[in-house]
């Protein structure tokens, strides 16, 4: 059974930086293909970063320069590196791993989720 854990989630100021974990077991975690989203009320989950099993990395605009996504794969954890947050970056984060995703920011394609980690930025 998959298990997908995520912390380091909290409140900073506009041009804070957070890093978000993700601890993972259960599964082959380096042939999998890992994914950071976010969520608002009322709005649908938004990919923001994704790692694929060789390393590759993909961003959303709207973080790119910013975010940046790594994994330890001796410790089995995926790591969010936030810096220079802004308000609109205020979300409940969730990290997610499959084997085979279609589309790296559609979370239909993710069959294992965390419980998701709040990030506040205030102005």
């Known amino acids: 059974q998959v298990q997908l854990v995520e912390s380091g989630g909290g409140s900073v100021q506009a041009g804070g930086s957070l890093r978000l974990s993700c601890a993972a077991s259960?599964?082959?975690?380096?042939?999998?293909?890992m994914g950071w989203f976010r969520q608002t009320p009322g709005k649908e989950r938004e990919g923001v970063a994704y790692?694929?099993?060789?390393?590759?990395?993909v961003y959303a605009d709207s973080v790119k320069g910013r975010f940046t996504i790594s994994k330890d794969n001796a410790k089995n954890i995926l790591y969010l590196q936030m810096n220079s947050l802004k308000p609109e970056d205020t979300a409940m984060y969730y990290c997610?791993?499959?084997?085979?995703?279609?589309?790296?920011?559609?979370?239909?394609?993710?069959?294992?989720w965390g419980q998701g980690t709040q990030v506040t930025v205030s102005s």
């Open positions: 997610a791993a499959d084997d085979n995703p279609v589309r790296w920011n559609r979370a239909v394609d993710f069959r294992n």
């Open positions: 259960g599964y082959s975690y380096p042939k999998y293909s």
């Open positions: 790692i694929d099993s060789d390393g590759v990395t």
